[in-house]
């Protein structure tokens, strides 16, 4: 993976959200600073419904995320952030990661790069 940088979550570049302050460019800018990977903070969470299904506007956020950091040859790890609700509810916790990863898989099971 080599040289990395967490995007999105807690940095000033905004959060998953319609509404970003990071745009494409930026994508551009993290590879030509030299990185090779980003790590993705998601606080999946607060997107999901009682039945823990992610919003689909979240997802199609997500999505342009993933898209355009791999068009710009970097590496991306999702990261699952939720670790205050995780450490106050684990029995919670463990069923929202489960349905979590189960529907990030799916959407990029086909998705492998080359």
């Known amino acids: ?11 000033r570049c905004g959060k998953i959200s319609p509404r970003r302050a990071f745009h494409e460019r930026h994508f551009q800018l993290i590879h ?13 969470f607060a997107h999901m419904d009682a039945q823990n299904g992610l919003d689909p506007a979240w997802l ?19 990261d699952e952030h939720d670790f205050g609700f995780c450490a106050e509810h684990a029995d919670t916790c463990r069923t929202k990661l489960l349905a979590f990863w189960q529907q990030v898989a799916e959407a990029y ?4 790069r080359a």
């Open 1 to 11: 993976m080599r040289r990395g940088v967490n995007i999105i979550g807690y940095d």
């Open 32 to 44: 030509e600073a030299g990185f090779q990977t980003v790590r993705v903070n998601l606080q999946a």
């Open 60 to 78: 199609k956020t997500l999505d342009w995320v993933v898209k355009n950091a791999v068009a710009n040859d970097l590496t991306v790890i999702l």
């Open 109 to 112: 099971k086909m998705r492998r």
